[in-house]
T-cell receptor
Framework: DAGVIQSPRHEVTEMGQEVTLRCKPI?????LFWYRQTMMRGLELLIY????????DSGMPEDRFSAKMPNASFSTLKIQPSEPRDSAVYFC?????????????FGEGSWLTVV | DQQVKQNSPSLSVQEGRISILNCDYT??????FLWYKKYPAEGPTFLIS?????DKNEDGRFTVFLNKSAKHLSLHIVPSQPGDSAVYFC???????????????FGKGTKLSVKP
């Protein structure tokens, strides 16, 4: 089975530009998560969706960040305008409820550098 | 305030010995705990989990212990192998938080180095 697929893997952009990160969750998974990893804060949850509906976006740092999930197989995380402090690895992850609990499966990440 | 803490940023162990990675949590609502392993330039991968109804779960060389009264869990790797060198993240969730499938709260990770 294909895992969580993220694109782009690497992005270098100039400050002020719009950045769009994309994610395809594992088929059949009904929850999707966007995490950000930085040296200072580790892995932090930005937003998660359940059945395409945003459930908790309290981790989204500012109004410059927005996320959408128009259908069960696609999500985007957008940063507009981007700033150097947004440089991080952004992970998308998905999960489905099972008898053993809430196991989240991660994509390989999108490495963002804003210069 | 961090709800999941991994107080050791790094750990170095000799090949063949036991590696013990520790994790503490503060939220008594957490009832499901996981360990993830992360290699450089890759996403975290699920390693092992434990529900709060258990105090031990074993999978091959990996064993997770849960001490609910102390709000502490640990991951034991025995014997350790050089391929185990990675960053290990502890994570916790309240399984049905708010009536929806809950998210995972991660610690900041412990970098394990297993030396040949």
């Amino acid at each position: 089975d294909a895992g969580v697929i993220q694109s782009p893997r690497h992005e270098v952009t100039e400050m002020g530009q719009e950045v769009t990160l994309r994610c395809k969750p594992i088929s059949g998974h009904n929850s999707l998560f966007w995490y950000r990893q930085t040296m200072m804060r580790g892995l932090e949850l930005l937003i998660y969706f359940n059945n395409n509906v945003p459930i908790d976006d309290s981790g989204m740092p500012e109004d410059r960040f927005s996320a959408k999930m128009p259908n069960a197989s696609f999500s985007t995380l957008k940063i507009q305008p981007s700033e150097p402090r947004d440089s991080a690895v952004y992970f998308c992850a998905s999960s489905r409820p099972d008898s053993s609990g809430n196991t989240i499966y991660f994509g390989e990440g999108s490495w963002l550098t804003v210069v | 305030d961090q709800q999941v803490k991994q107080n050791s940023p790094s750990l170095s162990v000799q090949e063949g010995r036991i590696s013990i990675l520790n994790c503490d949590y503060t939220n008594s609502m957490f009832d499901y705990f996981l360990w993830y392993k992360k290699y450089p330039a890759e996403g975290p991968t699920f390693l092992i989990s434990i529900s709060s109804i258990k105090d031990k779960n074993e999978d091959g060389r990996f064993t997770v212990f849960l001490n609910k009264s102390a709000k502490h869990l640990s991951l034991h790797i025995v014997p350790s192998q050089p391929g185990d060198s990675a960053v290990y993240f502890c994570a916790a969730s309240a399984l049905w938080y708010g009536g929806s499938q809950g998210n995972l709260i991660f610690g900041k990770g412990t970098k394990l180095s297993v030396k040949p």
